[in-house]
């Protein structure tokens, strides 16, 4: 899938947004720490040679930097987040919103991009007062056994991964056939956030992007 590093937004203070076309994706970033699979980045390539004029059509092309609002870039303080920018935290996802049925989906598309490596947490009651640091590093040996917490809007915070992984990941998720979603990522200013303030945030830059952007740019 066509990348473009001038099309990515990071909230300074404590999130990446990636403005999508569809309302519904919208992308955020995350923390310091392991290095993600040589063979990820190398899989979405392939995945994307084979698939990539479906991925086109169900996922059409972001809005660049120059299509948003003045307004809404400077409220939601947005600065560029390049391809190369580094890997930052520990190696996971942090699902809320999603259910345990949607496990094994989440699982094969994981195997596709040889994204094993990805520990696959679901946000309990609990972890919400928790720092999304601490939320990241949450073991949950039997998922059967984890109170997943409810009514909570669809969120996945990325770990692990690179700019340009982050990006793959996102552009290739709409082929798992889930719900869409609102993508974030971890970084350091937003580690030690509790998680229900960074929900907040996250659902209000998405709100505010989603009503500023012109129906025709979609």
């Not at 039997?142 to 982050?166: D, H, Q, T, W, Y």
Request: net charge negative; hydrophobic share 45%; with cysteine.
């Amino acid at each position: 899938m066509a990348f473009s590093s001038a099309n990515l937004y990071l909230e300074a203070h404590s999130l990446s947004l990636i403005p999508s076309v569809s309302s519904t994706n919208l992308a955020i970033s995350l923390l310091p720490s392991a290095s993600s699979s040589p063979n990820f980045l190398a899989s979405l390539s392939t995945k994307d040679a084979i698939a990539a004029h479906r991925v086109k059509l169900r996922h059409p092309p972001r809005v660049s930097a120059e299509e948003m609002p003045n307004e809404l870039v400077e409220d939601s303080k947005f600065v560029p987040l390049n391809a190369d920018d580094p890997v930052y935290g520990p190696p996971a996802l942090l699902l809320l919103g999603f259910e345990l049925k949607e496990w094994e989906k989440i699982q094969q598309f994981l195997r596709d991009l040889d994204g094993n490596f990805l520990q696959v947490i679901f946000c309990t009651e609990q972890m919400i007062s928790q720092t999304l640091w601490d939320a990241m590093h949450t073991n949950q040996p039997n998922l059967e056994a984890v109170k997943i917490a409810k009514s909570l809007p669809r969120i996945c915070f990325l770990s692990g991964l690179s700019g340009e992984e982050m990006v793959m990941f996102i552009d290739a998720f709409p082929e798992t056939g889930l719900e869409p979603a609102v993508f974030a990522a971890l970084v350091p200013n937003s580690a030690n956030k509790p998680l229900q303030e960074l929900i907040e945030e996250i659902m209000g830059d998405h709100e505010m992007l989603s009503g500023s952007v012109p129906d025709d740019m979609y």
